[in-house]
T-cell receptor
Framework: QQQVKQSPQSLIVQKGGISIINCAYE??????FPWYQQFPGKGPALLIA???DVSEKKEGRFTISFNKSAKQFSLHIMDSQPGDSATYFC???????????WGLGTSLAVNP | GAVVSQHPSWVICKSGTSVKIECRSL??????MFWYRQFPKQSLMLMAT?????????EQGVEKDKFLINHASLTLSTLTVTSAHPEDSSFYIC????????????FGDGTRLSIL
């Protein structure tokens, strides 16, 4: 049973466009929602994270939108660049456990 | 920043040998580290939680005698794949976070293990 559902599985965006990746969770005890970026042959790198007390967080071109009632959160990449082409993972955890529950990942390709 | 170093980055060895992978937190102390396995084009699969000074907690289905974890200090955890076989070939990644609350997890760059 997958506790964090991520979509789409793959995404192709033109340079300068907006990339949107969505995640939904089931466990209401989750209180920490990070997004990771992974390039081939490398470990995941933390992009941005949010907690349920805010509905949006922005860092540069990356924005997380969070909807607590719908149990959904999404990553928006503004002005997408070819260098953003990577696999993106959403995850969730609760404060007591610290174990991250992962989405299945989204492969993003940004065409020049 | 929070840097996690993993070594080696790539190892090829013969079937039946044991392989040790090191995970170090370079600029912070970590009472807990996590070990993952990742197959091509798949998500990360948590293998075990490594706890400093105590036994690791393994996820269901992970053989603790096969994947030995030692977390002897606040900056070092090791994963030893014992008597490795071709089916153990995979990408192994560790992560660590600063102690306390919901600190972000930072990842090493992974170890590509190939068993011939």
């Amino acid at each position: 049973q997958q506790q964090v559902k991520q979509s789409p599985q793959s995404l192709i965006v033109q340079k300068g466009g907006i990339s949107i990746i969505n995640c939904a969770y089931e466990n209401t005890a989750f209180d920490y929602f990070p997004w990771y970026q992974q390039f081939p042959g490398k470990g995941p790198a933390l992009l941005i994270a949010i907690r349920p007390d805010v509905s949006e967080k922005k860092e540069g071109r990356f924005t997380i939108s969070f909807n607590k009632s719908a149990k959904q959160f999404s990553l928006h990449i503004m002005d997408s660049q070819p260098g953003d082409s990577a696999t993106y993972f959403c995850a969730a955890s609760d404060g007591n456990n610290r174990k991250l529950i992962w989405g299945l990942g989204t492969s993003l390709a940004v065409n020049p | 920043g929070a840097v996690v170093s993993q070594h080696p980055s790539w190892v090829i060895c013969k079937s039946g040998t044991s392989v040790k992978i090191e995970c170090r937190s370079l600029d912070f102390q970590a009472t807990t580290m996590f070990w993952y396995r990742q197959f091509p084009k798949q998500s990360l699969m948590l293998m075990a939680t490594s706890n400093e000074g105590s036994k690791a907690t393994y996820e269901q289905g992970v053989e603790k005698d096969k994947f030995l974890i030692n977390h002897a200090s606040l900056t070092l955890s090791t994963l030893t794949v014992t008597s490795a076989h071709p089916e153990d070939s995979s990408f192994y990644i560790c992560s660590a976070g600063r102690t306390g609350g919901n600190q972000p997890q930072h990842f090493g760059d992974g170890t590509r293990l190939s068993i011939l």
